[in-house]
Every structure is written in structure tokens, then in C-alpha cells.
């Protein structure tokens, strides 16, 4: 899925080839400056690739992504999508058949950049957007001038309900969820 080749690595594993793609970098730089930038880049990117692999072994296979829940807290079968205004909107999906994509509406994600004001926002609309946990693998993104490193979700463009971390009710940290939304 990801180009990389995880199976059987353990996280120590994957710390120890990040260390190996920074000196890679390290010596390259060494060697030639600013000439081996795209082979720099590449081995940075891979380097922080494996990292974020580690910390996905670390917590058993997870990594924890933005989920939709319901005013009672209860998690809404949904897809977030990005629409064509760059924005965050959740393809609401029929709960007796969730991986048929069957859309029963929208919600659009509130764009305020206040974590209270964007939680009242979504909940007028009747919804939070939360956090759970569900099954990632690392691997990397980008365009055709620039890359990066991310965490992919396994079942990407399907609903995987996953262990909750935050439902917005009560007691919660939505200034997390707002900084992971900007990154």
C-alpha cells in the first residue's frame, strides 16, 4: 500500500532505518551541499516515514483520525472528504450498509478557527467531530513539487469504526483535534 515494506519490523526496527536514511542525508550533504537536495529530501522524507511507522507499531497498529458522532456521542458511520473548496465536509453514510457508500447526506465541518466556536458550530448542526482510533500504516503524499510524510488509514475512502478517543461530550481536548486538522 505505502511502498514501504513493514511486515515483520518491529518499531525499534523502523527507528533504526530512519537513523540510517538521516546519516544517508547526512553524508550526501557532506558530499555535495546543496547538489543532492532531491536524494536529502527523499531520505529525510523516508526518514520521518519510518518514524511515524515506530509510533504507529508503538500503539498496536493505530493511529488515531478525525471521526463524526452524533449530539450523544455515539459514532455517525461517515467519511470526511475534502471538497472542492478545500474544506472538510462528512459524507454521511446509511448505517445498515456503511461500505456501500450509500449517502444519506452532508455535513460540512465548521472553518472556525476557535476550537469552541468550531465545536458550537458543528453541534447547531448536530454533530461533533471527534477522534477514534483506526488501523494506519505510514507512507508519504505529495504533488509534483513537493512530498511529505503522513499516515494513511488502512480502509481510506471507507468507514472503519474505530475505539474513541474524544466524542466532543464532556471533558474533552478539541484544541487537539483543531491543530491535527491544520496538519
Avoid at 461517515?78 to 444519506?104: H, K
Avoid at 482510533?133 to 499516515?151: C, D, H, I, L
Wanted: charged residues 25%.
Amino acid at each position: 500500500m505505502s511502498g514501504y515494506d513493514f511486515d515483520g519490523m518491529t518499531a525499534a526496527d523502523c527507528r533504526a532505518e530512519a537513523q540510517k536514511c538521516r546519516t544517508r542525508s547526512a553524508e550526501s550533504f557532506e558530499r555535495c551541499q546543496e547538489d543532492g537536495f532531491l536524494s536529502q529530501k527523499g531520505l529525510d522524507v523516508s526518514a520521518q516515514v519510518y518514524d511515524i511507522q515506530a509510533e504507529i507499531i508503538d500503539r498496536g497498529g493505530v493511529a488515531i483520525f478525525p471521526a463524526l458522532f452524533d449530539l450523544d456521542g455515539n459514532q455517525v458511520p461517515a467519511i470526511r472528504e475534502l471538497n472542492q473548496y478545500d474544506n472538510w465536509s462528512w459524507r454521511i453514510l446509511d448505517p445498515d450498509a456503511p461500505n456501500t457508500r450509500r449517502t444519506l447526506g452532508w455535513f460540512p465541518e465548521s472553518n472556525a478557527r476557535k476550537p469552541g466556536a468550531a465545536r458550537s458550530n458543528d453541534a447547531k448542526r448536530g454533530y461533533y467531530v471527534g477522534r477514534a482510533t483506526a488501523p494506519a500504516e505510514a507512507s508519504t503524499g505529495g504533488n509534483r513539487s513537493t512530498f511529505w510524510a503522513k499516515v494513511v488509514h488502512y480502509f481510506e475512502g471507507r468507514y472503519v469504526p474505530g475505539e474513541i478517543v474524544d466524542n466532543g461530550i464532556g471533558v474533552t481536548n478539541l484544541g487537539e483535534h483543531y491543530k491535527i486538522m491544520e496538519s
